[in-house]
């Protein structure tokens, strides 16, 4: 790929998305732009309700953009499609369907061969999350964070253009939470899928991101700022607590989401600074194998 056009393998355009309603049009996102390179893991975080959830389903083709344009790998986004595979906060796995039956019926849709190699495939991505000995098992046998488990393998087994993350660990306890980002980076790292994640977790961005895209409070969101991670990988979890940058630029992120909070909610953001919970921080990796 040409340097020039590194980093415009997913270019957000001047993107807009207005809904109706009964008091006239709401306009929830307005000229949002953004380029991401080929191979490049991006987080979107801002505050609750600010569209970034709006954003992600609108690369993802759920969503018609009402303004702007979105282009992958050159060509225009039209609808949603196998090229773009999507995690959400909930697994939305099919209750009746094996783990393993889960993650073949996305396979079939788009990957050639016989039955037994789609099988193979599915297989091989369940073992890659962990999950080798619990191909069998119904979404009832799992916990949550073994079925957020079967749906990272679900995404990856497509072998997208562009991996889409909805806040797919924010249901989960802190220790999952964790160890499902461990397993998330390894399996970024086996093919460097470009990935666009949504997340609320300051912490989490910086551990996974290459940059933080920051989107600014509606109504009429777009990008406020973005921020280089200078971390280099593979990255470990406690060396990173313990690099005099880690909470600068920590602190930059919720500066940022602080100087975007209503009055109401600024005092909430600031308390995400308190020692109390960089010492947690520091627990939990101390606890991690």
Not at 174 to 191: F, G
Not at 273 to 285: C, M, N, R, V, Y
Request: glycine fraction near 8%; aromatic fraction near 6%; hydrophobic fraction near 45%.
């Amino acid at each position: 790929m040409n340097p020039r056009n590194q980093r415009r393998y997913l270019e957000l355009s001047q993107l807009g998305k207005i809904f109706p309603t009964a008091n006239g049009p709401a306009v929830i996102v307005e000229g949002f732009d953004l380029r991401v390179a080929q191979g490049e893991f991006v987080c979107l975080i801002g505050h609750s309700g600010c569209g970034k959830s709006t954003v992600l389903s609108m690369v993802a083709g759920l969503s018609e953009p009402t303004t702007g344009a979105i282009i992958l790998a050159g060509r225009e986004i039209d609808g949603a499609g196998p090229d773009r595979g999507m995690v959400f906060q909930t697994p939305c796995l099919l209750p009746w369907l094996t783990a393993l039956e889960n993650v073949r019926l996305a396979v079939d849709q788009v990957r050639p061969g016989t039955r037994d190699a789609r099988s193979n495939i599915a297989r091989h991505y369940l073992e890659l999350v962990g999950l080798g000995a619990s191909v069998d098992r119904r979404p009832a046998e799992l916990s949550a964070g073994m079925r957020q488990r079967v749906s990272l393998a679900r995404a990856f087994a497509l072998s997208p253009k562009l991996l889409l993350l909805d806040e797919p660990f924010g249901a989960l306890d802190s220790l999952t939470r964790m160890d499902l980002q461990e397993v998330l980076l390894e399996l970024w790292a086996r093919n460097k899928k470009t990935a666009f994640m949504v997340t609320h977790d300051v912490d989490e961005a910086l551990f996974l991101a290459d940059r933080i895209a920051m989107m600014t409070n509606g109504p009429a969101a777009r990008l406020g700022d973005v921020l280089q991670v200078p971390f280099p990988r593979p990255r470990n979890r406690a060396a990173l607590l313990e690099n005099p940058s880690y909470y600068g630029l920590r602190e930059q992120l919720i500066g940022f989401l602080t100087d975007q909070a209503p009055a109401t909610q600024a005092k909430a953001v600031e308390n995400a600074l308190k020692p109390g919970l960089e010492s947690e921080a520091h627990a939990l990796a101390s606890a991690w194998p």
